[in-house]
Structure formats: structure tokens, C-alpha cells
């Protein structure tokens, strides 16, 4: 599915109050701190589905929508929030709905690549692959951004963090 995007900048008190409540409450528990402190940048990007032309699901699209569904899972708006501090990352998405998936990981430990195409379509952001933490094994998580100002300028200094994080 297709999204529209679009990517700010802000403060993490500046984050929509659900997310800032997930990003609070993860960072508490998994001890990493005020990141509200801490962060180097921090962004929030909404992401809206865009239906096909005509507004009718048709096809494969319509099929996965309706496996989604039945799996539980929903398809719609989300808003993510991405911190980032000089060692660490953290991203929390929330649905309109209010389900919540709240990641952090060590910036040494991770490793960023541009969305590929066959596995996400044509989805804006950057790929993130890291040992999540609580999680045994490595794996990846699109971290949406627009390609504005904004999402250029917080993967710019990501892409800096991540590198410094690993050499420092």
C-alpha cells in the first residue's frame, strides 16, 4: 500500500502525546534516560494510505488488505516518532487506532539502507537494521520519513550519529 508522508522536526516534547507517551515509557524501561535530554534530533512522520485510482482496491492489493485484517493487523494511518541520541535509537509507531510498536537499539550496533523497492514498493524512509533491544536476532524496520527538507535533514544527521556511534 502506498502512503502519503509528511516529516517534522520538533523537540520530544514536541511529539504528538501518544507518542511521546510510548517514547517516555520505552526509554523508562529499557533505562536509557531523559531522552527529552538526551536527543541529538528527533522527528515525527504521519503517514496516510493512499487508495488507487478509481478509490477501489482491486487485485492483489484488495486480497492483502483483507489478509491483514483477518491476521488482526490494521491497515490505515500511523504516526511515527524517531529519537536519536548519540548512542542510541528509538522509534515508536501509533496507529489512529492506538496500537503501538515501540523499538530501540544501539546506534554502533545498527545499520541504515535505502528502501528497497521489490520488498516495500514505493515507501519513502530509510531502512533500519538493528539487535533490537529484548530481541536475540538482528532485523529491519522501515522508519518512514517524507522526501522533503525535513526527512532529508533528520537521515542526513542519522546517517552521522550511526557513523560516529560505530568509529567512536
Avoid at 10 to 25: F, K, Q, S
Avoid at 83 to 109: K, N, P, S, Y
Wanted: net charge positive; charged share 20%.
Amino acid at each position: 500500500m502506498d502512503y502519503t508522508r509528511a516529516t517534522r522536526l520538533c523537540p520530544v516534547r514536541g511529539l504528538d502525546d501518544r507518542l511521546r507517551a510510548a517514547v517516555t515509557e520505552y526509554a523508562a524501561q529499557q533505562l536509557l534516560g531523559d531522552l527529552a535530554e538526551t536527543a541529538e534530533i528527533c522527528c515525527e512522520t504521519r503517514s496516510v494510505p493512499v487508495r488507487p485510482p478509481g478509490g477501489a482496491r482491486r487485485g492483489l492489493l484488495n486480497g492483502l488488505s483483507g489478509a491483514f485484517r483477518a491476521a488482526g493487523l490494521e491497515i490505515g494511518p500511523f504516526t511515527t516518532a524517531a529519537v536519536v541520541t548519540t548512542g542510541v535509537i528509538v522509534i515508536a509507531t501509533v496507529t489512529d487506532r492506538g496500537t503501538q510498536v515501540r523499538l530501540g537499539a544501539r546506534l554502533a550496533e545498527a545499520s541504515l539502507s535505502v528502501v528497497d523497492p521489490a520488498r516495500y514498493g514505493r515507501a519513502t524512509g530509510v531502512d533500519v537494521q538493528a539487535r533490537w533491544f529484548g530481541s536475540p536476532e538482528a532485523s529491519s524496520y522501515l522508519l518512514p520519513l517524507d522526501t522533503g527538507a525535513a526527512g532529508q535533514a533528520f537521515l542526513a544527521r542519522l546517517r552521522e550519529l550511526t557513523a560516529a556511534a560505530r568509529h567512536g
